[in-house]
Structure formats: C-alpha cells, structure tokens
C-alpha cells in the first residue's frame, strides 16, 4: 500500500466532522437506554473521536455522482398568469439531444425527481431552497432520447396525499373542474399534460400516485412492476413501494415515455434485477383485436361504501366492449385486495418514517446511489424545520414513530410478510388472466376543501380516501394503468388495468384497445 504524502498526512490531520461532546453523548445514551458511567462516557467520547478521524479522510475522497450532460439555467417561479391551475411549480427549459424517440415532446417532471441546478421542494416549505446537484436517471433518459424539459410540476406536499390541496403554493385544481381534487400526489404532472402545456409527465407513485390524478383528470397513466424504471435520483417514501413511471394524453405517448425511461441503471437502483428486457411496446399495442385474451373483471374493487353506482357501470360497460375486439371477460376473485390499504399503511407509516425522518428522504440500508448533498439539506429541514411540514405529513410520521418505538418492526414486518401473500393472490388469477380490471377510483373527484372547513383529522382522512383499488399494486408490484373509461356529466372515470410482472405490454395493449373502442365512439 502507497504511504501517504507529507501534504495528505497534514490535510487529514484535524477532523472536520464534528463530534459529541460528552454531555451530548450522556443525553444519546440515555436516550437509547444505556447505561454508562460518566468514565466510560469520557472513554467512549474519546473512540468516537478516533473514529471521526476516518470520515475527515473520506470528506477529501470524491465520490461518484450521477451525469449532468445538458446546459441549462436556474429558471423562474411562474406567475398566476403562467399557472391558472397551480400545476407549475418552477419552469426551466433543457434541451435534450438533437434527435431521439422523444425530439420534439416537451415533458414536466414531478416535483420530488432531482433535476440539476433546478429547485426542488417536493411540495413542503420546509425543503424550499433545495436545489440538487445531480439529474435522476428518468431525466438523463428523457434528455438523451431528445425531449425538452419545461420544468417541475406540482406534487402535494411531501408526495403524502391522494388528493390537491396539501402542495405549498396552494391546491392544484381539476383539468375539468376548478373547483375540484386533481387528484394526487402527481397531479401537477396529469393536469399539466391535460391542459397542453406539456405532451408528456413522469409521475411518482407509492399508493396511486400516477393513477389517481390520472383518473380524475382523465389522462393515461402507467406505473410499470417495481423496478422497471429506475428510482435513481427521486425523493423516496418508502423503497418497497416506490415507483416512477409517465403520464400522457394518449397510450401511445405513455408507451413512447415508458421504452425510454424503463431498463437497468447498473445497479444504481436496488430496486431492480440486473436482467430487465425493455420491449418496443409502441410497436407491439398496435393489433387488430385480442382474440385469445382473457380479462378478470375483480369483484372487490366494486361495491365500497364510498362507491358511486355511476363509477362501477361505466367500468363494468367499457370492459364489456373489449369483448367486440375478441376479448373474454369473467368475474374474479381476490378477497385479500380487500386488505390492501392496511398492508400498504403498514409499510408506509414505519417504512415512511425510518425512510423520510431517519434517512433524510431517501432510505439506508441498501447498495446503490445516494444524493448525499440533497440528503444533506432535506435531511437538517426534516429534522429542524418542523412547523413548516404539513399536519397529515406528521400525523404519519408520528404513526410510524410510535410503531418503532412500541413494536420495534414488528409491523412492519409483517405486512411485508403479508404483501407476499397479496403479491401471491394476485399471481395465482393472472395465472389463467391476461389482465385485471377495476374502477382506478370507485367515485368521480370530490368537491376541493375550503381553507379552515376541516379539522385537522377531516383533512387527514381527506388526504387518504381514494386509495381503495390502487395501493394493491404498489405493494404486490405488479404494473397498473389508468384510463379513461367515460364521464358523469363532465367528470372523467378511472379504469384501472393490472397485468402480470413485466407484462406491460399487455396493459398497454388492452389500453389502446379501449382507446380505439372509446375513439370509434
């Protein structure tokens, strides 16, 4: 091994990471229950001080980072003008490659997707003036295949909301209807690409978030089985159930986004297999019928309480047309789906807290990359800046603390033990299905709430009460698309497509099919 130089002997001489002082050191240890003299406080002082030693050196190592490959400027926050619907959080334009699949698409990208240069806030006042120094691999994807960036859109605040009224600059509101949810927690994204001002979107979605805002804007939205698209680079929730994937106004587009953004990130993302195959899946939805296909029609994600008659027969009627282009629909039965969003609370509430408290927004435990400047910045405005974080944010927060502390994973645990079973339930239909399907949302978008009409656990139950169909596949995997399957009166309905693992094909080419139906119309 090579000695170091006389220069990097002095360089690495003094720490520069701060440590404990001893009565600092007395108050952790008191508070994980150990039990220490205040000599061996002063002993154990003096290891950690050693041990500091060791990160000074690896402060002067640099380490590696994600491309940053095209120029672009800071940007602007845009004026009510510019954003009618609050659906902009900050507009910048990158120019991607000058050819590619996507040359000529202009994209929005969710606001918890890390774009260099560009500031991020997830949509919490506390991480405002958080701008990273890295591009997520979607957006290296994006651009390299030619797209133009126009800038980040909206997400609610700190991604924790199935609905539109959580995000910091105020509530993001409905393509169709001002006065209603746009959904959430993408819904920037589904109303940006609605209204025109952008073709396509990437979304995140941890219990709906691409699908939900999809249904209610009645945009096409797909999150692909875990790990088809890379991770790399976005704000975590909680890494089991974390997903990216596009949103668009046609199938085509959806599929177009999804070929570019989808495959391997050389084990950047440990979310992923090494072996992804990414089809062509433009070329392969476009078929005359689907002679041969059989679709299940799941019984359970009908008939909640909260359903609307409306929503559940224009699902059932778009469904049944499929069979006009050969399609063979049978009634199917999870009953397990019926315990999803409990599973998924598990996972979210104490996963959600080790991952956004403890690992400042992004998780540890797991090889692969850190955005360890972005941790930095989010982590200290997690832990300090506290009454800037929204209430529902806390109340899971504090959920997930309790869990910890109480049951110490017990929980979680065991609704990852209990997911398998879900994933496993859902794998023995598609055995002899192609294709699922359910209402994406089984009511049309609700009324938006007005500033001091909830209390603060009415808006909390606001937040999470349109997640009955979606959140099975976040926590078995499996891909799932929204579409727009018909209206009541001028509000879109969701169908929700579910296919196998790594069949995106099919969803996609039952979307198109409906899409086809639906245009013939």
């Known amino acids: ?69 095209y120029p672009r400027t800071p940007g602007y926050r845009p004026t009510a003008e510019e954003n009618p619907y609050h659906a902009w959080y900050w507009k910048s334009t990158i120019k ?55 800038g980040k859109a909206t997400c609610e605040n700190m991604c924790t909301s199935g609905c539109s009224f959580t995000a910091a600059y105020g509530p993001v509101l409905n393509f169709h209807d001002q006065t209603r949810s746009a959904g959430g927690s993408s819904n920037g994204s589904a109303v940006l690409v609605m209204a025109g001002d952008v073709d396509m979107a990437i979304g995140g979605d941890q219990g709906g978030s691409v699908r939900l805002p999809s249904c209610w804007n009645g945009s096409v939205g797909i999150k692909g089985t875990w790990g088809l698209v890379p991770y790399t ?14 949103i668009a106004r046609t199938v085509h587009d959806c599929a177009l986004m999804l070929e ?23 070329k392969e939805i476009e078929v005359d019928n689907l002679n041969g296909m059989k679709i299940g029609i799941l019984q359970e994600g009908f008939g909640f309480d909260v359903s ?24 199917v039965s999870i009953p397990m789906h019926k315990h999803s969003e409990d599973i998924e609370m598990g996972l979210v509430f104490e996963g959600g807290y080790h991952c956004m408290i403890r690992g400042s927004v992004q998780g540890l435990g797991y090889r692969g990359y850190y955005p360890t400047n972005s941790m930095k910045t989010v982590g200290a ?35 990852q033990n209990l997911g398998r079973l879900l994933r496993q339930a859902y794998d023995d239909v598609l055995k002899d299905y192609d294709v699922l399907i359910m209402p994406t949302i089984p009511f049309v978008a609700q009324k938006l709430p007005k500033e001091g009409e909830m ?67």
């Open 233 to 246: 680079g976005a704000l975590s929730i909680e890494p089991s159930v974390d997903h990216l994937g596009p």
């Open 308 to 331: 609307e008659e409306a929503v559940d027969r224009i699902v059932r009627e778009a469904a049944h047309k499929l069979t006009s282009v050969g399609a063979e629909l049978v009634d």
């Open 96 to 150: 991607g490659a000058d050819s590619g699949k996507l040359s000529g698409k202009t994209i929005a990208i969710k606001d918890n997707v890390m774009v260099a240069g560009v500031p991020m806030m997830n949509g919490c006042r506390a991480l405002e003036g958080t701008v990273p120094d890295v591009d997520a691999t979607v957006v290296t994807r994006l651009l390299d295949a030619g797209g133009t960036l126009l």
């Open 455 to 521: 209390t603060f656990q009415e808006r909390t139950h606001y937040c999470t009460g349109n997640l009955q169909n979606t959140m099975a596949a976040d926590v078995t995997g499996h891909p799932a698309l929204s579409i727009n399957a018909g209206w009541v009166g001028k509000l879109p309905v969701g169908m929700m497509i579910v296919g196998k693992h790594w069949d995106e094909t099919t969803v996609l080419k039952v979307a198109r099919a409906h899409e086809k139906i639906m245009g013939s119309q």
């Open 260 to 282: 570019v953004i989808a495959g391997y990130d050389n084990g950047l993302d440990h979310r992923q297999p090494p072996n992804i195959v990414v089809p062509e899946y433009t």
């Open 1 to 69: 091994m090579t000695e170091p130089s006389k220069e990097q002997s002095e360089l690495f001489q003094d720490p520069t990471v701060p440590g404990p002082t001893t009565a600092e050191l007395s108050t952790l240890a008191t508070r994980l229950n150990y039990s220490l003299s205040d000599d061996e406080v002063k002993q154990c002082h003096s290891l950690i001080t050693d041990a500091l030693k060791g990160f000074n050196r690896l402060d002067h190592l640099v380490e590696p980072t994600l491309p940053v490959k």
């Open 381 to 415: 405005a997690m832990k300090h800046d506290t009454k800037r974080q929204p209430n529902n944010f806390k109340y899971l927060m504090l959920t997930g603390a309790y869990l910890n502390e109480t049951f110490h994973g017990q929980y979680y645990g065991r609704c």
